[in-house]
C-alpha cells in the first residue's frame, strides 16, 4: 500500500524565515493535494499538483511535485503567526475507489513572533 | 453556503454507547467521506459514498456503520463505543472532478469524541 512521509514532523521558526515541508511517497505520485489545518478545525485545501515538475503559488506558499523523485515540496517565504499549524499532504490512491486519498501524518509548523 | 457541516463539535461516550455524527453539506458535493485522526497518525479514511444511496469502506471501517439516504446527509454511526474510537472525526466532500481526474475535498469542522 501507498504511504506518505512528511518531513520534518515539527518545525519551530522566527517570524520572517523561510522554510520547507517535505512529503515523500513510497510509490508513484498523480496528484498531490496540501492542506493546511488549525487546532480545532478541519483542513483548508492550499494547493493540488498534478503532473512532474508542476509548481504553483499562493500568497507566500509554494508547492512543487518532483515525479521522478515521488516527492512534493511546500515552501514557505518569510513566515509570519499566521502560518502556524499542521500542513497535510494527501495523494490519490493509485487504482483506488474515486476520490480517496491518503494523508500523511502531517508537519507541526510554529512561528514564533 | 454553510459549506461542511458537523455535530456535535464535542462528545464523550461511555464503552458500550451508541451515537451518530452528523454530517451535512450544501454544496450539491457527489461524493462525501468521514476520516478520523489520531495524533500524530494522519487521517485514515473510515466510509465514502460517492452518491446517495451508495458508500463503501474505508481503511478503517470496523465499528461504524454510515448511510446515505440524500446527497446532503452522510452520517457516521457508532455502535458499541470502545476506547479505540476516541479520535477526531472528519467529514468531507467533493464535486465531480471539471476537466482533471482530482478531487478537491471540502472539509469540515470536525467532531472531537472520547470514549471512556
Known amino acids: 500500500s501507498q504511504e506518505l512521509e512528511q518531513s520534518p514532523q515539527s518545525l519551530i521558526v522566527q517570524e520572517g524565515k523561510n522554510l520547507t515541508i517535505n512529503c515523500t511517497s513510497s510509490?508513484?505520485?498523480?496528484?498531490l493535494y496540501w492542506y493546511k489545518q488549525k487546532y480545532g478545525e478541519g483542513l483548508i485545501f492550499l494547493m493540488m499538483?498534478?503532473?512532474?515538475?508542476e509548481e504553483k503559488s499562493h500568497e507566500k506558499i509554494t508547492a512543487k511535485l518532483d515525479e521522478k523523485k515521488q516527492q512534493s515540496s511546500l515552501h514557505i517565504t518569510a513566515s509570519q503567526p499566521s502560518h502556524a499549524g499542521i500542513y497535510l499532504c494527501?495523494?490519490?490512491?493509485?487504482?483506488?475507489?474515486?476520490?480517496?486519498?491518503?494523508f500523511g501524518k502531517g508537519t507541526k509548523l510554529s512561528v514564533k513572533p | 453556503n454553510a459549506g461542511v457541516t458537523q455535530t456535535p463539535k464535542f462528545r464523550i461516550l461511555k464503552i458500550g454507547q451508541s451515537m451518530t455524527l452528523q454530517c451535512a453539506q450544501d454544496?450539491?458535493?457527489?461524493?462525501m467521506y468521514w476520516y478520523r485522526q489520531d495524533p500524530g497518525m494522519g487521517l485514515k479514511l473510515i466510509y465514502y459514498?460517492?452518491?446517495?444511496?451508495?458508500?463503501d469502506k474505508g481503511e478503517v471501517p470496523n465499528g461504524y456503520n454510515v448511510s446515505r439516504s440524500t446527497t446532503e446527509d452522510f452520517p457516521l454511526r457508532l455502535e458499541l463505543a470502545a476506547p479505540s474510537q476516541t479520535s477526531v472525526y472528519f467529514c468531507?466532500?467533493?464535486?465531480?472532478?471539471?476537466?482533471?481526474?482530482?478531487?478537491?475535498?471540502?472539509f469540515g469542522p470536525g467532531t472531537r469524541l472520547t470514549v471512556t
Open positions: 468531507a466532500s467533493s464535486p465531480l472532478p471539471q476537466g482533471t481526474p482530482f478531487y478537491e475535498q471540502y
Open positions: 510509490k508513484t505520485l498523480y496528484g
Open positions: 499538483l498534478q503532473k512532474g515538475g
Open positions: 494527501g495523494a490519490d490512491i493509485p487504482g483506488g475507489s474515486q476520490g480517496n486519498l491518503i
Open positions: 454544496m450539491n458535493h457527489n461524493y
Open positions: 459514498s460517492v452518491g446517495a444511496g451508495i458508500t
